[in-house]
Every structure is written in structure tokens, then in C-alpha cells.
């Protein structure tokens, strides 16, 4: 259908079922209201579907995200035997009328590491069978369960050691801010030389110059690619192109089989949420009454930055399991109704790190599926004349690893408090120490020797870079002794500026954290 019969025909309809070639915008979604309840993506992606406006209308989205893990699998490695034997060049130069054997002597597989960057559904299928290949399996994942892994009979590294291991590369990760070209000259640099490299996950998380570079320079042997940062590529891009570059045009869910299980998934999908059942696969949560979600959405907002915060903590060889959730309220237990706080924590944590949407209707899913036990504690609060639902959000990481070693509490976990104020979410306790700063922008977490001038010499480093400082704050174990200095800015800075700060002799360490 064009947009313009879809516009005309949606207000029919109860259900509508798309591909990524239908954009179900806000006008769509409001052509329909009054009937269409449901939106089902016969897929993963869900980018064509505008979620806000769905949510607002009152409608579930719904999309299927299992049924081409097993194609997606195969097509992997499929690209890694085809690349390390040169099939697609031997092929091209055979049927041009080339006999050159000497020319496309490939290499083994067997014995050799494969690094699987993202141990999901489709990186641990992977893994499965390339140690059907006689292959030694690393993987780097921070959600994936060791015991999972160890199943497989994969070792799970961190990204550092994984592409320094590795004689392939195998990318299965989702495109997020923090996955963006995350393959870029930095990380080439510190790959064996001769690397090979299989993308079948999201173009975007390879900087494409940056790997053109590496293989000019024989720093990356071959690289086997099915996605691209935009698709279709044009007609004259250089790793299309490339000689040493094998490329499908995003075949990784393209098997009948695997067609013919998305479209039963989706059906099953929308059948039951037309039934009113809560699915697993839904991606946006169901309309909360507006008088529970006016005096909730400080506090919604307060858990999801402090859940962001905490993932940001932790150092990136650690994988998340233990997560503990105390809410400090002065009101009766059975009048604090904590799923969606807890959905929001799960949410900061996951998000930042997948491609997964997480709300009320898929939270608890989403966190048993990655391995993370929530635990949730009520902490009573002596004021009985508090009109606030709460007090404070403690979030709580165990048996992790951080980043930033102020964040540590006495009991060796990764602490931060928050509440609202004036309406407003605010960090108040980072590890041992209190500051109080608002969670909006972002931040710039100093541990120092507390000692005079030291917010000057930040503020004026800062200042010197045009970055503008909202607020500041210090917090301190004891006079003299330690501090931590919690800075809030508007943008973020540069790689240069944190370097200037982190080369002020009394700063011990620093970290910068996007809210």
C-alpha cells in the first residue's frame, strides 16, 4: 500500500502486521484511532514504527525477535567459511574466465579463535557451531550468563582481551550509542595482525573508514559483511568494493524456514494481545491512569537515571547479575505499588548496552532472559506528614567490577541514591559519599585529596573548552581526606579535556557518564 491508501484504510482495522518497509507514523497511528489496538512487526527492528505515538494512542506494539535467530546463525557462518577460503573471489575470477589457484589459497578454521562480540540468541548459535568447526571460542557479552557460555564450552573475556585473541571476529551486538563505531582505528590498532572480521549484526558498529584503513594496510585480512551503516550502500563504496571484502545484501533472516517462523510469531503475537494477554515481545508499555503516573514521573524518571548511572559504574569485563532496589517511603507497603520504578531500573540498566525496549509489560522478561536478579527492599520512613510516595531510590550492583572506585560502598557494591526535589530528579549519594546534584545532561564524577582550589582548576579547564558547568558538588569522607566532586555539563567534552583533568595531580580518578 502506498501512505496514502494506508491513511485511508487503517481506521478498518484492529490489527496491522508490517515489515520495515511500512512506516506506521504518528499520522497513521492517529488515522486509526478509535479501533486499531495493536501493531505487529513481522521482525526485530521496530525504527518504522514511531512507539511514542502508539503508546499514546493506546495501542501495543509487538514485533518477533526469535524466529530468525537459527538463519541469522547459519548465514555467519556461512560468511566465515566463504571468507577464509576466498569463495565469492575464486568464484568471480573463475566464471571471468581466471583458473588461479595459487591466488586463493584460504585459511583453517580449525584450532583457531573466534571472538563473538554479543553472546545473544544468535552469537551463542554461533559459538555453538564453530566448535562444531574445532574452534576455540571466546566471547565478551556484559549480560551473558557465565554458566551459559561454559555450556557452549565459550570463555567469556572482556572486549580488550577478545579482539586482541582473536583470529576472527564475529559481531553480533546491537547498534546503540554506546556500540556505535565502536570498530574503529583504536580498536584495529589493538587486533592481531591479519584479523579477519564477520558482520552480521547492525552496520553502524563498524567505523567504515576506519576498517577501509585497516585492510589497505593488511592490518585486517578479509572482512565478511552482510550489514552496512546505510543500506543500500552506494554504488562506489570502497568496502563493497573492496577485493578483500566478501558482502551479501542483508541476507541474515533470509531462509524460508526462517520467513515462515516470523510470520506464525507475529500472527501468535497479535493474536494474543488482541486477546488482551501481555506478551513477552511487546515493546511499549500499556497506558498508565494519568492520576498514578502525574504523582509517579518524577520518580520514574529518578529510577531510570539511576539505573543508567550504575551500568555506566561498571567496568566493562564485569557482567550485571545482582541488582538491589531499596526504596526509602513513609507510606504503608501495600500503598507503594514499585513495578514500574522497577521497570525503569531495569530499563536504565539494559537499554544503554541492547537494542532491547524495556517497559512495564517486558521488564521482568527482559531481566530474567540477561540473567539479572532484582531484588527489592522497603525501607519505612518516619514522617507521617510526607505527601511524597517516596523519600529515596537506592540502587544497588553486587559483585561487580567499577569503573570509578568512589562508587564503591563499605560493603564492596556499586551504590547510588537518588531523590526528587522540587520535582526534579537528583543524585545524593555516589558510594560513601553525599552530594547533591540534578540528573540532567550529563555528569563528570572526580575522586580526589580534598584540598582547596580544586573546583576551580576543573571549572577553568571546562571553561577554557567552551564546555558550560550547570551545577557542581562536593562530597567528602572526612576534612582533608578524600572527595568526590560530581560535576553536571551541557555537552560532552572532548577526549583532551578529560585528559586535563585527569592529569591534575590531586585528581585520583574520573569518569563521564551520559544521563
Known sequence: MSPAELLAKVAQFDALIVRSGTKVTREVLEAGRGRLRVVGRAGVGIDNVDLQASTEAGGLVVNAPTANTVAAAEHGIALLACMARNVSQADAALKAGKWQRAKYVGVSLVGKTLAIMGFGK???????????????VIAHDPYAPVDKARAIGAELVSFEEAIAKADFISLHMPLTPATSKVF????????????????????????????????????????????????PPAKDNKLVLHENVTVTPHLGASTVEAQEGVAIEIAEAVGGALRGELTATAVNAPMVPAEVMSELAPYVSLAEKLGRLAVQLVAGESGIKGVKVVYTSARDPDDLDTRLLRAMVTKGIVEPVSSTFVNLVNADYTAKQRGLRIAEERVSHDNAAAEAPLESIQVRLSHVQSRFAGAISDGGDIVVVGRVKYGVPHLTVVGPYEVDVSLEGNLI???????????????????????????????????????????????????KTLEKIGAIPAVEEFVFLEL
Not at 544468535?122 to 576455540?136: D, N, T
Not at 547492525?202 to 577501509?212: K, N, P, S, Y
Not at 564524577?445 to 557542581?472: A, E, H, T, W, Y
Open 122 to 136: 544468535v552469537g551463542s548459535e554461533v559459538a555453538r557451531r564453530a566448535k562444531g568447526l574445532g574452534m576455540h
Open 184 to 231: 574503529n582505528d583504536e580498536s584495529f590498532g589493538k587486533m592481531k595482525t591479519g584479523v579477519r572480521i564477520v558482520n552480521v549484526a547492525r552496520g553502524g558498529v563498524i567505523d567504515e573508514d576506519a576498517l577501509v584503513r585497516a585492510l589497505d594496510s593488511g592490518k585486517v585480512a578479509q572482512a565478511a559483511l552482510d550489514v552496512f551503516t546505510v543500506e
Open 445 to 495: 564524577l572526580c575522586r580526589q585529596g580534598d584540598q582547596p582550589g580544586m573546583i576551580g582548576k576543573v571549572g577553568n579547564i571546562l571553561g577554557k573548552r567552551n564546555v558550560n558547568v550547570s551545577f557542581m558538588s562536593v562530597g567528602r569522607t572526612s576534612r582533608g581526606k578524600q572527595a568526590i566532586m560530581a560535576i553536571g555539563v551541557d555537552e560532552e567534552p572532548d577526549k
